[in-house]
């Protein structure tokens, strides 16, 4: 590769660790638990990458200062009811990032998770050591705007062509374009090649051996 960037920004949830199906039966089981109606499964999936906050007002226009509030709790409740574990994180990850880690490339997170969340999941994972910097939605602004690239950017003293965002959603891809950062989209979450191409990432990977290739691995 002509440019090994310096500087690797992952999503968490899809791209690293497989808990797609987790946040959408915990996102189901929230709302209807308070009387909302049942969406689609299709409609859960294809909020996440938002911020919660985003995400709710996406899914249930309308909804109500409380309702929220307790739809958050009663979403926390479901998710965290099962850990993070390292079986969880997709088959060849740690590989990748410990090589990167190696080659003296720095690994960051953009997530639109929450503080809270992402701390426990990068412990019960074991993939905290691997990450330089990480930023949250609810410490800075959901994607897709590229505020939380910014400020890793930012923190890491890389400009945008020198780091590439992966993500498995066309939150994290067009988070990327705006700010003109090169980027991968991933196959293996929530939007597919057809969704992800439409952000002009230099590549679409279906496994983690492609995802390696594309990182000059």
């Known amino acids: 590769m002509a440019n090994p960037h310096k500087v690797v920004i992952f999503d968490w949830d899809g791209t690293v660790v497989d808990s797609v199906e987790h946040i959408t039966d915990s996102l189901h089981q929230a709302a209807t638990e308070l009387g909302f109606p049942a969406l ?49 994180v997709f088959a060849g990850m740690v590989d990748v990032l410990a090589d990167l880690n190696s080659v003296g490339r720095m690994c960051a997170v953009a997530t639109g998770k929450s503080r809270g969340g992402l701390d426990r999941a990068l412990s019960d994972s074991g993939l905290g050591e691997y990450f330089r910097v990480t930023r949250c939605a609810d410490e800075t602004r959901s994607k897709p705007d590229p505020t939380m690239l910014e400020e890793i950017l930012a923190h890491l003293e890389i400009a945008p062509e020198d780091a590439v965002m992966i993500g498995d959603t066309r939150y994290d891809l067009d988070m990327a374009q705006r700010i003109n950062m090169p980027a991968i989209g991933v196959e293996w979450g929530v939007h597919d090649r057809s969704v992800l191409q439409q952000y002009g990432p230099y590549a679409v990977v279906d496994s983690v051996k492609a995802l390696r290739e594309a990182l000059g691995l």
């Open 40 to 88: 689609e499964r299709a409609a859960y999936r294809d909020i996440i990458g938002l911020g919660i906050v985003e995400a709710l007002e996406a899914l249930y226009p309308g909804i109500r200062r409380d309702e929220m509030q307790a739809m958050r709790e009663g979403y926390g409740r479901y998710f965290f009811s099962r850990k993070t574990s390292p079986q969880q």
